[in-house]
């Protein structure tokens, strides 16, 4: 099957059903309990950096449990991988020493997701697999100062994050990727770097791929952390037309789903959403079972809210499973016809008619 094909078939997927993503790479990676050793492998024995905890370094020294997690994930019914790439930029990687391997980390993510996702399409052809290029939010943001004395000061210029973010989705489109997954978005002003960086592909003669955008709703204010209601978030990104918006992480299903719900209202084009498997608590673990994640999401599902569902921390393998038959059969939204209008954002979204 071409590229083509596959995003053919994933609009068509779309349309039939409510489709699923992954859950929890780095709750499912820590409770391997890996060593320094696994992270550097023969390649970077001699780095002069300590390299524990950069999980998208095991796209290089540990493939194997790469490729068992997308198995597990698909296994438990899955439509869409993301790539273990959420850190994979010169500017996430720099803080390890690792901007170098920047491109291979992202060619071996590509691939891997691509090699799992083509073997359990084979399997079951009537349930396409499909995987989305994860381009996480930067260490570094563009829209909030870097020292609490200088509101001007910033760490690092548009051009300098669009740079990084080009080279990221430059190797995930050539590595083999269906389409790009821009998440967990906290600074819009980022997010647009990235999606510049994802439509200036096409000059270099690469053929566009579908995008998905996921901001980040930080707490009950109902805005992200630079400061965006949901509706001036949708009225920032929509010259994108993307594939599909929403939001992950921050959140459990309970506490996400008004702003879900007001996404809904107002995107035309499809809506996602994958929580955290409820709070943390005291000691940074999730304790949310997976009947209650998915008895949460079936019920958005039911109410017509959502389009993609998915897990975000503290969601394994049992919690997509628990999701997946949840929504099994029901009908995905309906992308609603909006009226014209001009529709501007800051902080807050403005709309003339």
């Not at 071409?2 to 349309?15: K, S």
């Not at 997010?191 to 960086?197: L, P």
């Not at 949708?234 to 939001?247: Q, T």
């Amino acid at each position: 099957m071409t590229r083509q094909d596959r995003i053919a078939a994933l609009h068509a997927a779309a349309r039939e059903r409510i489709l699923v993503l992954d859950g929890s790479w780095g709750v499912m990676i820590q409770r391997r309990g890996l060593s320094e050793e696994d992270f550097r492998g023969q390649r970077f024995a001699a780095h002069n950096h300590p390299l524990k905890g950069d999980n998208d370094l095991l796209c290089l020294t540990r493939p194997d449990i790469v490729t068992e997690l997308h198995d597990a994930y698909f296994d438990a019914g899955a439509d869409i991988a993301e790539t273990n790439t959420f850190n994979a930029t010169s500017l996430s990687q720099s803080d390890y020493g690792l901007e170098s391997a920047v491109t291979d980390i992202n060619l071996a993510a590509a691939a891997l997701a691509r090699e799992s996702a083509e073997r359990w399409t084979a399997a079951t052809p009537d349930k396409p697999r499909f995987v989305a290029g994860s381009i996480g939010p930067l260490s570094r943001t563009l829209s909030m100062s870097s020292d609490v004395n200088d509101p001007g000061a910033r760490q690092v210029t548009f051009d300098e994050v669009h740079a990084a973010y080009l080279e990221q989705a430059r190797a995930l489109h050539k590595g083999g990727v269906d389409l790009f997954l821009v998440e967990t978005v906290f600074d819009t002003l980022n997010a647009k770097a990235a999606i510049k960086a994802i439509l200036d592909l096409q000059d270099e003669g690469l053929e566009p791929l579908p995008i998905w955008i996921s901001g980040t709703i930080t707490d009950r204010s109902g805005r992200t952390l630079s400061g965006q209601t949901v509706e001036a978030f949708w009225n920032s990104v929509r010259h994108a037309k993307p594939f599909a918006v929403g939001f992950n992480c921050a959140l459990g299903a309970d506490l996400m789903r008004p702003h879900i719900a007001e996404l809904s209202r107002i995107a035309d084009t499809r809506v996602a959403a994958y929580p955290n498997a409820g709070l943390p608590n005291a000691f940074g673990l999730y304790d949310e079972e997976p009947d209650q994640t998915a008895a949460h999401l079936d019920e958005w599902a039911r109410s017509g809210l959502v389009n993609i569902l998915g897990g975000c921390c503290g969601a394994t393998p049992d919690h997509i499973r628990a999701i997946a038959r949840a929504v099994a059969g029901k009908t995905p939204r309906a992308i609603p016809e909006r009226p014209k209008a001009m529709r501007l954002s800051g902080l807050e979204a403005f709309e003339i008619a």
